[in-house]
Every structure is written in structure tokens, then in C-alpha cells.
């Protein structure tokens, strides 16, 4: 086994030196000499087999936690890799903001102290119809925040058949307990009726809650009451109705065959006092927790003091400005919003893109064929939506190619299914395809 300082004095190794501080060198050499202590198979033949070694040792420390993945696992908005990808104009605006100083608490107009909460604010009121709105870290957050400002220490009725868990430890009992508010559950899990929510109506109540059931349906002998039936009942009882509406879908895509999940507007014009939506799922904007209703509601939110540690950064804000900007014209966000675009993309654009890419695999002497897929929308909305897509599925053994893709400098994540590895371009943006086609040409051929 040669010695550290010996393969520390290699030109070669010095050479590495240049680019990457010398401690880091060091420990990759260290590492190098270890592993081949206790790999015999892996000890290198020659110098250049120790020089490759160590270069790669180097590399794997060098590489950032964080890397951008291709997302070809059919799955659109898919939570484990970032949700959704931004327009264009909300990652120039996301450079824009973070290069320098900007407005983010100033009022330019007065020359004075202002408020991070006025800048999406009457964006979000022109789109849903909404008197006033609130932004916040994320859709979690923005239910604490509305759950602890309208109903802390007092009840809020919720149907049984609304008790969810949305993924990643979130469950909707478990917030409301955080949020120090009541559970008061009513119904059953398939019918709730809106005399139910009449009944529970007491002294005790802070508020009446609703929330979508984004990631599954119910059906056979079901009965919900909808916002509308629960509207006449909390003005009634002079009680505010908080909607988690989960994703935020701003324009109905019925145009596009997808049916099921409400838009923004409706829940407001159907009575909901607070609506709750997440910025990175059907919205297709950044990470954030989207508060819009009442002002009276909106303005006791703002003023509570959680919603200082829940608070939205620049970043996000401007991120979000330049999406719901897109909105004013719905064609130009469906086209131009990422997760709206790749929703509504056509199969046949689809496998025109699954063509092109396979030809380039292809080229590459990698064996594969185009295949009908479907995919999902993800995220916790439309569950039950099937999207017509198409695959590039590669031959050779799929745990094998798999495991080549994923942990290549440029990992590729796809899916197996019938024991293959299926690439699925419908939740790759189209202006991807040719860096997403050259990426599993190296990995797979590398
Ligand atoms: C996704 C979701 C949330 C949580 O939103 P995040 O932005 O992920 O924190 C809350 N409620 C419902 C109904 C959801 O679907």
C-alpha cells in the first residue's frame, strides 16, 4: 500500500490541488488508501489507477447536497423532487431579487417602513376574487396560521370524512391539535351531512373547517356538505368557514379533460371566509402557504404573532409575483407555466418527444423503444386522473439501468414497471429534452 505522502507528491494529485483547497485533497487521498485497505479488489494496478481513485474520491466530496434531478417518473408534481418546476419569468425574478437589495419592507411610494405582505396581496385578490391575502412559508403553515388566529382554544368542526393525511407526517388532526385549536369531529367517514355541522354548532365553537381531499376520492354511499351548504350555516352562527383547498388551482382545466379539483375563485365566491393553498402544486409556483378571504379574517392573521415565524422570504415572493402574473392572461400561464403545461400537453406531443429522445439513445448505441405510459398529476390533486403519455423504456435488466440513472452527476429518475426502466417525458419540461436525452447517454453508457 503506498503512503499518503507518496500519492500526496503524484504531479497528478498535486494538480487537483489547484482547483480544490488542499485539506480536501488530503482527506480524499486518505480516503483512497482506506478503502483499498479494505477492498483488496479495489486496489488500483498503477499510478493513474490511484490518480482516477482519488480524483473520484474528490469529486463525491465536492458535490453539492442539493442537485437538480430529471424527473422522469411520470408523476408531475412530484413532492420527493421539488414539486413544481418555475416559468421562466419567476426564475428571472428569483435572480433579480436575490443579486441586490429590493423593496421588501420599504414603501417606495412614502419613503418609509412597509410590509413584505403587501406584494402578492392584490395579485391574489384580482385572481380570486378575494377582499385581501396573506403569504406565508408554506401550505402546512398557512393552516396553522388560520386554524390558531380564527379558532385557538375553541372548537373547529371538521367531518370525519375529512381527517387526512396528506404524506411526509402531514395529518390534518395532528396540525389542528398544534394549532391549539379543538378537534370537534362530526359525520362519518363516507357521509357527513350539513345538519351534522348544525348540531356541533355550540358555545365552544371557533370554527367551521373543510378540507379537500386532494390525494384519493371516495365513492359509492357518500354524502359531504359542500361549502356552499355550510355558507348560510357559519354566517348563521356568525362563524368563520376556513377551506383547505390544499393545491391552488387558479384557472379550470375541464378544457383539458381534468374535472374534479375547485379553483381558487369558486371556494371563495362559495363562502369560504379563509381559503388555505399551497404556491408549489397545482399553482405551479414556488414553496408557499397562500392565505386569501375576508379582511377582516386576513387582517387577524397578519396581525398574529405566529405569522412572524412562519414568515415568506424575498426569494419566494418574487417568485410567486412573476407566476401569478402569467395568470392574467390563462392562456399564456397554461402555456407558460411549467406543471400547467406539461398537464395539458398533448399524448401525441408527447410521444413525439419520447421518439426524439429515444432516437438520440439510440444514436448513442443505448437499446430502447417508445412505449405507451400513463402519467399522473401528483401532488395531492386530481388523484384519480390518468394522463395518456409515452415512455422511453430501456432494455437490460431494470434494477441495473435504474441504479446507473439515479446515481449518475446528472441523475435521471425514472420508473420500473413490467421489469423495465420506463423514462416518462411528461413531467420533463420540453425545453429539457435534449440535455435529458444526453444525460442518460452518459449515465448509461459512461
Ligand atoms: C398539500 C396540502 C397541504 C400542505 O401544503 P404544503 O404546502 O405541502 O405545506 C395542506 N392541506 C392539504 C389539503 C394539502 O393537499
Redesign the pocket.
Known amino acids: 500500500m503506498p503512503a499518503v505522502g507518496a500519492l500526496l507528491a503524484m504531479p497528478d494529485v498535486q494538480g487537483l490541488a489547484d482547483h480544490a483547497p488542499r485539506s480536501m485533497v488530503t482527506d480524499a487521498v486518505r480516503a483512497a488508501v482506506e478503502r483499498a485497505r479494505r477492498d483488496p479488489a479495489a486496489v488500483p494496478s498503477d499510478n493513474s489507477g490511484w490518480f482516477a481513485m482519488i480524483r473520484d474520491e474528490l469529486a463525491r466530496r465536492e458535490q453539492a447536497s442539493l442537485r437538480p434531478v430529471f424527473n422522469a417518473t411520470g408523476v408531475v408534481l412530484h ?1 420527493n423532487l421539488g ?1 413544481a418546476p418555475l416559468a421562466r419569468v419567476a426564475v428571472e425574478a428569483i435572480a433579480r431579487t436575490a443579486a441586490g437589495a429590493s423593496n421588501l419592507e420599504y414603501d417606495l411610494a412614502r419613503g418609509e417602513r412597509g410590509s413584505r405582505y403587501v406584494h402578492c396581496a392584490s395579485l391574489l385578490c384580482e385572481l380570486t376574487g378575494a377582499e385581501d391575502a396573506l403569504v406565508v ?7 396553522v396560521l388560520a386554524l390558531n388566529t380564527l379558532a385557538e382554544g375553541r372548537e373547529s368542526i371538521v367531518s370525519r370524512g375529512e381527517l ?1 393525511e ?3 407526517s ?1 395529518r ?1 388532526p395532528d ?1 389542528m391539535a398544534k394549532s391549539g385549536s379543538i378537534l370537534r369531529e362530526v359525520g362519518t367517514t363516507n357521509r357527513t351531512h350539513a345538519d351534522d355541522y348544525r348540531r356541533a354548532i355550540g358555545e365552544r365553537t371557533g370554527a367551521i373547517v373543510k ?5 384519493f376520492e371516495v365513492r359509492g354511499f357518500v354524502a359531504e356538505a359542500t361549502l356552499r351548504d355550510l355558507s348560510p350555516i357559519a354566517r348563521e352562527a356568525s362563524l368563520p368557514l376556513l377551506m ?4 391552488g388551482l387558479l384557472v379550470s382545466l375541464e378544457a383539458y379533460g381534468l374535472r374534479g379539483e375547485p379553483t381558487v375563485r369558486d371556494a371563495v365566491h362559495d363562502g369560504a371566509t379563509l381559503v ?6 397545482l399553482l405551479g409556483g414556488p ?3 397562500i392565505l386569501v378571504g375576508t379582511r377582516e379574517a386576513i387582517d387577524r392573521c397578519r396581525r398574529n404573532p405566529l405569522t412572524r415565524a412562519l414568515r415568506v422570504d424575498k426569494l419566494t415572493l418574487a417568485a410567486l409575483e412573476a407566476t401569478l402574473s402569467l395568470y392574467r392572461d390563462p392562456e399564456r400561464a397554461v402555456r407558460e407555466i411549467p406543471v400547467l403545461a406539461l398537464m395539458t400537453a398533448s399524448r401525441e406531443s408527447i410521444r413525439a418527444r419520447a421518439e426524439a429522445a429515444a432516437g438520440i439513445l439510440r444514436g448513442a448505441g443505448i437499446d430502447c423503444e417508445v412505449i405507451a405510459s400513463e402519467a399522473a398529476v401528483g ?3 386530481f388523484p384519480t386522473a390518468r394522463l395518456a403519455s409515452a415512455a422511453v423504456a430501456i432494455i437490460g435488466k431494470a434494477v441495473d439501468v435504474e441504479q446507473k440513472l439515479r446515481l449518475s452527476p446528472e441523475p435521471v429518475i425514472g420508473r420500473i414497471a413490467d421489469d423495465r426502466l420506463l423514462l416518462d417525458l411528461r413531467s420533463i419540461a420540453a425545453d429539457q429534452d435534449e440535455l435529458f436525452a444526453a444525460a442518460v447517454a452518459r449515465a448509461l453508457t459512461g
Open positions: 413532492t414539486r412559508n408554506n401550505g402546512a403553515a398557512a393552516l387526512i396528506i404524506g411526509g402531514f390534518v396540525i378540507v379537500h381531499r386532494s390525494n383547505d383547498l390544499g393545491s388555505v393553498m399551497s404556491g408549489d402544486k414553496q408557499a402557504g401532488g395531492g390533486a
